[in-house]
């Protein structure tokens, strides 16, 4: 079973982006519809190779790229009975006191949590309330080289 089998919590050193990819299908295996993915990191931490190769383990449709500037897009899954992947940017919704909350609202996300796994890039303080549980991973990038590290943990915020 992979580290990530018991759904709790971990760290790796992804030394390029082709592991943070990796790490990505590997913990798409562990998730399922109705999962809230949240991930936090700083510019060029490796979120957006994150989602996708999170899409690619869940078997989408469609190439994953950063939806920064259309906020959401809706993967279809690629194989019968699968999860589709709703991949967001919540870096330009606000915090929850300036009105991110109401923009989370509109996109409708609750709606998609049954039939999808939700992927948000920097959503850490405004999406946790879309789901009881949430897996959080946490991305940081080495200053002098392209070494990233992800810590993650699976978070009940009612506990």
């Known amino acids: 079973m992979s ?15 082709a592991d943070t990819e990796a790490f990505g299908a590997e913990l ?3 998730l399922r519809a109705g999962d809230l993915v949240i991930l936090d990191g700083p ?15 869940l078997g989408i449709v469609g190439r994953v790229t950063s939806p920064t500037f259309i906020i959401a897009r809706e993967h279809r899954p690629g194989r019968p009975g699968g999860p589709a992947m709703i991949h967001v940017d919540a870096y330009r919704l606000g915090g929850v006191g300036d009105g991110g909350l109401d923009e989370l609202d509109a996109l409708d996300l609750d709606s998609d949590l049954a039939d999808a796994v939700v992927v948000v890039e920097w959503g850490e303080g405004v999406v946790e309330r879309l789901a009881d549980r949430h897996l959080v991973v946490r991305l940081r ?7 990233r590290h992800a810590e993650w943990e699976w978070v009940s915020p009612g506990e």
Request: proline share 2%.
């Open 3 to 17: 580290e990530l089998g018991d759904r709790a919590a971990g760290r790796r050193e992804l030394p390029d982006v």
């Open 28 to 30: 798409a295996g562990t």
């Open 43 to 57: 510019l060029g931490a490796g979120k957006t190779a994150l989602a996708r190769g999170i899409g690619a383990g």
């Open 141 to 147: 990038r080495d200053v002098d080289t392209d070494v």
